[in-house]
Each structure stands twice: as C-alpha cells, then as structure tokens.
C-alpha cells in the first residue's frame, strides 16, 4: 500500500514551520531552502497560513515537461527524481502550478517531495497526515 | 560550509555612508557565546557614556544564537541598544520570524549605526544590503499598512522578517516600540523612537541559507526530545489561553496592578480574562518560527460602520496578559471590546503597550486629583472611558500640545512637570509590567539591567513564596536569588531561547543540544559565562550613571498591598544597598583575577 501526505486542515496551521525543519533536517540540513513542503503566510498571519506540499498527481504535469525522463512515476502518485538524467533546466517548476516543484540551489536541481511523512511528526496541531493511496 | 562558523559572521551597516561590510567575530562569539553575550560585547565597542541615544551614534543592535533557526523556541532575536526612555543600555526581544531570517541570511548578529538624512528602509538579502527611499511608506497612519505594502514589494515570504516602526517611532516617542510580523514586537525601552531618529522605517532580512548539520543521528535524537517536551506539559499554559491565563489567578491573589496601581484586585478581570477572550473573541492563534507552542492569540472584533448600514469590517487584534493589565485593569477598562480597541490603536501607532498603559494611568489620577485639567488632556480622562484612551493615544503621537509632548517622554518626565511623583509607577523611568506580586518583583525591576520582568522573572518567586505561605527572605538573599536567576538567564538570552521555554531548557539540555552542534561547554562553563554577561551589562549600566541608592520608589508601590503584604521602604532599601556592594564585590574580584 503506497502512501501520499494530504494538508488536512489549513485553517490549523499556526505558521511554526516545523515541518520544513523536518523536511531539511531528515537529510541532514538546516535552512528554509532544503525543504520540499514550504509554509507561508495568505497575506499576513492573520489570514493564515498557505501550505505548499507535493499533491502526488497521478498524471503529473511535471514528469510530462522533462526532457530527460528524469522524473519517473512514483507509485502511489507523484515522482521520483533521478539526479543523474537531470539537466536542471527548470520545466517541472514551471509545469507545476501549485508550486509544489521546490528548487535546490546548491545542486541546482528540483526538490520533490518523496512522500516519507517525517514532517507530520513534526506537525504540533495535526495539520499534515500520510494517508493511504487506493 | 561549516554551520557553526557561520555564526559568527557580523554585517554592519552605516546609515550615513550607505554602505555595509561583514566581519568576523569569532573572537566575539567563542568566547560570549551569542545573543545578549555577543550583543553586550558589540554594544560596549560601539556606545559611549556620552552617546546621546536618538543621535547618529547610538546603535541598533541584533543578536542571535547558536540554537537559533535549529531547535525548537530558539526563536528570538535580542535587540540592544541605548534607551532613549532612560538614557541606559537597553535590551528588548522579539520572536516572529526575525531569528531564523538573520541566521539562514547568514549572520549572528547586525549592528546599524549613523543616520540617514532622509527616510530609508534598508533589505537584507544574503550577502547584500540594499538602502532603499522610504518615502512613500513615512507618514502612514498604521503601522500594519507599512507591513502590508513591504509584504507586495519584496521577495523571500515565509523566510523573511519585516521589522518596521509607526508613526510613534518617527516622532520619537521614547517609548515607541518596532513590530515585526504584524503582531510580535520590540517593545519596550523605545527602540522605536532610535529607529526614527536614525529615519529608518524598516529593517527586512531575507535568509534563505542552508547548511549541513556536523552530526546528524545525534542531532535527530536531541531534536525530538525537545520537539516532545516544548509541547508537553511545561508550555502548556503558553499553549491553551496564552499568557492572559494570568488575568484571573493574579486578580485571585490580589497582585493584578488596577487603576495605576491602587488595587491588587479589579472587579472587571472575569471579563476582560484569558477565559472570556478566548470565548468570545478568539479567532485565530499564531506562532514564531520553531515553535509548537503558538502562543500568539489574535482575537477579532466585528463592527458595523455607523455610516452605512449593513457593511462591517472585522479586524485582527493580539493580546497578551502585558496589554490586558496595562490598557485594561490598570485603566479600569472593564469593556471587553473597548480593550481590544485600544490595543488595536496601540498597534497601529507602534507603541509600546506597557508604557503607554502607565503613562494613561498617571494621567487619568493626575486629572481626577486635579493637577491637569481639560486645557492639557483635550477631554476629560475617566477610568474606563476607552474612547478617551484611544483619542489621547493617538496624541501622544501627534503632540497636538506641550502636555501630549510631555507624556511622550515617558511617566518620569510626565510626573517631573506635572506632580504626581507619588503615583508615578517607573523603576530608572521605565514603566513597570503588570505583578504586584512582592517584594521580589519590585526589587529586580530596581536592579535588573534590563529593567524588565523578565529580567529574573522574580514575580514567580513571590508566587511561589504565597503558595508555599512564606514570607519574603531577608532582604540581602533576596537580591542573591535575583542574581542567581538573572545570570542563568543571560545563557537562554545568549543560546537565544524564548523564556517561555525556560523549563524545557535545563542546564542539561542546553548542554546536549549544543553538544549536537558541536558546541563543548559543560555546567561550571555556562554558570561562569552567565554570571560574566551579567557583571559585563551591570558593569557598563554604572559607568552610565547607575547608582542603585539614587532610585526613586513609587509611594504608591508601598501603600497598595501585595499578596505578600504591604512592601516596606526599608526592606527595598536594604536590598538596593546590598545589590550595590555585591557588585562592587563581584567587580573587584573580577579585576583582582
């Protein structure tokens, strides 16, 4: 049974980005930008919170525009990156209009979600769970 | 890049030449650790006794730590800088998401210094400092605009802070406060006011900077552990009503300062309590960065406009317990809506809550025992009339007359002209936070350099004292205990924690979670380094003319009970007399080393 993380209620979400120090931390980084989930404020905090996070399309855009066939479907939704088939030409971000393609620029290569669900123990008021893909 | 160096890295910026330059200050930081440690050491190279704090020689300076950006409510940034309020070195901090935003830019500390000749914002973004023309943002009625407009102009959401001043801090109200984040501050001792006499409207750092942990199995494990405990049982107060828990169990014990002061006990506390606001008002709670705990309470209030029927607008207000006491019982506010009002106006001129609340306090008595009349205050003050407040807030701004000059200079000065001195609540002409909780609590704001509550949190040792049905201590282990609990703070002010996770932090899990850094310092390390910081800022408040005997104790202080009984004068004497020779003890010892 493959799993996918779903925001359950945005409306719950104070703001603390403590799961994108998760998301960085799990590979042994600190930082806003080594985080494949990215919180936000809608325009100041007291209209709350955006939270942007890989979706796990089925059909996704992103896969579709890369040249390399560098994003491979992962079951269960959404894509696996193969760093070495990645010429960093940037189309997934582009092609992904929720936002969900972060970039890491240090490798200068996307950041994508691998759906692991080590932020939503991090996630103080239950806003993020991993929820079972049929 | 190694994570830990990075820390050490300083950007000045000089406001007059328009230019900025990055140093490094290991030297700085291994030995001062951080933070208020690294800040003082800063604030001593650049500020002189003489400096006049709204000249272009005071500085404006940021400090953070080594937890900052990596551990759970390791999310403040410390502010220093000299006091335009009392003419001291000042210390003020602030969470939101200043912290994380100076670190993952790159630095552990900032230091502005100079003056722009005309209004400018200045953008931190990696390793550049752009000034930009704040002319179209200077002047704007409400601060919360200015965030707004900044919010739309720059790059970096969700990874930058926007500290910005109101039209309080332009007109150099000394105790004019700087927000960050809409609804966090600088509050207290008018950096504000610094910010505007340097014409600096805003301050917007953008860090969006990696780094690769030294360690990280041992660094996953220590994270969880304070990740579990900083949500558990020790913040839980923080985490349900927020710090106006406090209204109903001070008002109980009779320590909720009322009607400036005059009354432990306000009969409206039960509506203006964290209970009824979270009931009825409640709409929204917030946190800083890395911090589970969201202790931030944004209540809404929903009004029709009196022009035209059927259209409403609803507005966000912060509250905490500070503002609940200082614009609420302490001026008789009982109206739940008329309170969150004034803070609303409170907000929006970026003042500092505290100060303003005492200032209107003194006002409000020195009106009704007749040492000002209409002809100063423009319409008559009442305890409880909140639209009075809120007109005489917006003129402390404006200064419409010589009296609204005068309460723009804080209650010292107010009283100094007018009379009143009896009833003029400020320790070193800082107005006091809300606990008339004890001798304790009165004697560290006396002593504290910051002249803070949380200075030594000494009101939770009068706390405990009622609970436990002691009296107080002799007076001389008294200040021992302040001492002893100010020194420790300044590791958590170095590290830099916030306070509300004090109880988390032992001295062992602070050891353990720099350990994971890399960091080496074991137990007689940091008690040595926090009694040091401690000498260091008492050390340069004397040379700036602090003299613990020369301390004006409000009367009034002395005649309103406390839980503890009535506070007499020669008991904070003693103790004054006693926190002068200790100091002159621990100073002589320390050069004779």
Known sequence: MYKRLVVMDPNMCVGCQLCMEACSNRFGYVGPTKSAIYVRSAGGVERGFVIIVCRACKDPPCARVCPTDALSLRPGGGVILSPGRCIGCGNCVSACDIGAVMWDYDTMKPLICTHCGYCVGFCPHNVLALEEVA | ?593
């Open chain 2, 1 to 593: 890049m190694d994570w830990v160096k990075t820390l050490s890295k300083v950007l000045y910026i000089d406001l007059t030449r328009k230019i900025f330059w990055i140093e490094d200050r290991e030297d700085l930081f291994s030995r001062w650790i951080g933070g208020i440690g690294v800040a003082t050491q800063l604030y001593k190279e650049e500020v002189s006794r003489r400096t006049d704090p709204l000249s272009p020689d005071n500085v404006i300076i940021f400090a953070v730590g080594p937890g900052t950006g990596v551990f759970p409510m390791a999310s403040k940034t410390v502010a220093v800088f000299k006091s335009p309020l009392n003419g001291y070195m000042a210390e003020s901090h602030a969470g939101g998401r200043s912290a994380a935003a100076i670190r993952f830019a790159g630095y552990g500390a900032i230091v502005i210094k100079g003056a722009s000749e005309r209004p400018v914002y200045i953008v931190i973004d990696d390793e550049k400092v752009r000034f930009r023309d704040a002319g179209a943002i200077w002047g704007m009625r409400s601060s919360e605009t200015v965030g707004r407009v900044l919010r739309e102009a720059l790059p970096g959401a969700g990874m930058r802070t926007i500290m910005r001043i109101g039209r309080a801090g332009e007109r150099l109200v000394r105790y004019a406060n700087v927000t960050v984040e809409t609804y966090r501050h600088f509050g207290r001792m008018g950096l504000g006011a610094v910010f505007g006499s340097k014409k600096l409207k805003a301050v917007v750092v953008i860090g969006r900077r990696t780094f690769k942990l030294p360690d990280v199995k041992s660094f996953r494990e220590i994270y969880r552990e304070l990740y579990e405990l900083t949500r558990g049982p020790a913040t839980r107060k923080y985490h349900d009503l927020g710090t106006p828990a406090n209204v109903i169990p001070l008002n109980k014990l009779g320590a909720l300062p009322t009607r400036n002061f005059s009354s432990g006990r306000f009969e409206g506390a039960e509506e203006i309590s964290g209970e009824k606001l979270a009931e009825e008002n409640l709409a929204r709670r917030v946190a800083c960065v890395a911090c589970p705990v969201a202790c931030i309470h944004l209540a809404y209030i929903r009004e029709e406009y009196a022009t035209e029927r059927f259209f409403y607008k609803t507005e966000f207000v912060p509250y905490d317990y500070e503002l609940i006491y200082a614009l609420g019982s302490n001026l008789g506010v009982n109206d739940r809506i008329g309170l969150l009002k004034i803070i609303k106006a409170v907000e929006e001129e970026g003042l500092d809550a505290i100060s303003t609340g005492v200032v209107l306090a003194w006002a409000t008595e020195a009106y009704e025992k007749g040492l000002i009349s209409e002809k100063e205050t423009l319409r008559p003050f009442r305890w409880g009339d909140w639209r009075s407040y809120i007109d005489a807030i917006h003129n402390i701004v404006l200064q419409p007359n010589e009296f609204y000059k005068i309460l723009s200079l804080g209650v010292e000065e107010a009283a100094r002209r007018y009379g009143g001195e009896e009833f003029a609540i400020a320790y070193n002409k800082v107005e006091p936070a809300g606990y008339h909780t004890g001798p304790l609590y009165h004697i560290s704001l006396a002593i504290g350099a910051r002249h803070s509550h949380l200075d030594a949190g000494a009101y939770s040792m009068d706390e405990k004292l009622v609970a436990s049905g002691k009296d107080a201590p002799e007076p001389e282990k008294a200040v021992e205990m302040i001492i002893e609990e100010e020194a420790w703070r300044q590791i958590l002010n170095s590290y830099v924690l916030c306070l509300f996770a004090r109880g988390v932090y032992t001295k062992e899990l602070v050891i353990k979670s720099l350990k994971a850094l890399g960091y080496n310092y074991n137990e007689e390390d940091l008690m040595r380094i926090g009694r040091e910081i401690y000498v260091e800022k008492h050390k340069i408040k004397r040379e700036e003319g602090f003299q613990a005997d020369k301390i004006r104790i409000p009367r009034r202080i002395l005649e309103t009970p406390t839980p503890l009984g009535r506070i007499s004068e020669n008991y904070i004497k003693k103790a004054l007399e006693y926190y002068d020779k200790r100091i002159d003890m621990i100073m002589s010892s320390q050069q004779s080393k």
